[in-house]
């Protein structure tokens, strides 16, 4: 079992930033990625960005230039940090863990209580 423990988070204006950190616990050699994914009410969760451990990182084209993973392997810890956040953005955020190969991330059921991000004026 892996454990995954969120934090960051919360209401920020358009244009502003926020930065979301996981931090595992657990079984972790069991993985060797680790993602976050994201649900709207009303919309399907979808895969906003994944980081391997070597450093591989997938984004998904919509945040692209305004978001960026990264990961301290030391702590097990992976942050999202977020620019020029959006309404659009306003979601759910989930920490995952997971396996990463042939450029490719595949969540495992390994998932964090999730954390809030609305993007509002």
């Known amino acids: 079992q892996v454990q995954l423990v969120e934090s960051g988070g919360g209401l920020v204006q358009p244009g502003g930033s926020l930065r979301l950190s996981c931090a595992a616990s657990?079984?972790?050699?069991?993985?060797?990625?680790m993602g976050w994914y994201r649900q709207a009410p009303g919309k399907q969760r979808e895969l906003v960005a994944a980081?391997?451990?070597?450093?591989?990182?997938i984004h998904a084209d919509s945040v692209k230039g305004r978001f960026t993973i990264s990961r301290d392997n030391a702590k097990n810890t992976v942050y999202l940090q977020m620019n020029s956040l959006e309404p659009a953005d306003t979601a759910l955020y989930y920490c995952?863990?997971?396996?990463?190969?042939?450029?490719?991330?595949?969540?495992?059921?390994?998932w964090g209580q999730g954390t809030q991000v609305t993007v509002s004026s």
């Open positions: 995952n863990a997971g396996i990463y190969y042939v450029l490719k991330y595949s969540p495992f059921n390994y």
């Open positions: 980081i391997s451990n070597g450093g591989s990182t």
């Open positions: 657990g079984s972790i050699g069991s993985i060797n990625a």
